[in-house]
Nanobody, 116 residues
Framework: QVQLVESGGDLVQPGGSLRLSCAAS????????MSWYRQAPGKERELVAT????????NYADAVKGRFTISRDNTKKTVYLQLNSLSPEDMAVYYC?????????WGQGTQVTVSS
């Protein structure tokens, strides 16, 4: 079955950086676009970044452009999200996502806390 396992979330000071990872299994990773979403307390889940199956194209939410970078390693079946210049507004649970045959699959999420 499809499994997405996120890791890398942590407590970081404003201005700091983190690298999130999402290990995928149960589907043909190299043929699948991947996305990262986030959900802050009391807010709806929002799309953060998307990467095509071959990594050739990426898209970002306006709020993270220039600060976050999505990438992937198809040999490791892993997608990454590099978070730089973090602010308290970035604090959320970050989720990995894949859509297969119009069905969305999610990981369990990883918590990013930004606080001094």
């Amino acid at each position: 079955q499809v499994q997405l396992v996120e890791s890398g979330g942590d407590l970081v000071q404003p201005g700091g950086s983190l690298r999130l990872s999402c290990a995928a299994s149960g589907f043909i990773f190299k043929f699948s676009a991947m996305s990262w979403y986030r959900q802050a307390p009391g807010k709806e889940r929002e799309l953060v970044a998307t990467i095509t199956h071959d990594g050739g194209k990426t898209n970002y939410a306006d709020a993270v452009k220039g600060r976050f970078t999505i990438s992937r390693d198809n040999t490791k079946k892993t997608v990454y999200l590099q978070l730089n210049s973090l602010s308290p507004e970035d604090m959320a649970v970050y989720y990995c996502n894949v859509e297969i045959h119009f069905r969305a699959f999610w990981g369990q999420g990883t918590q990013v806390t930004v606080s001094s």
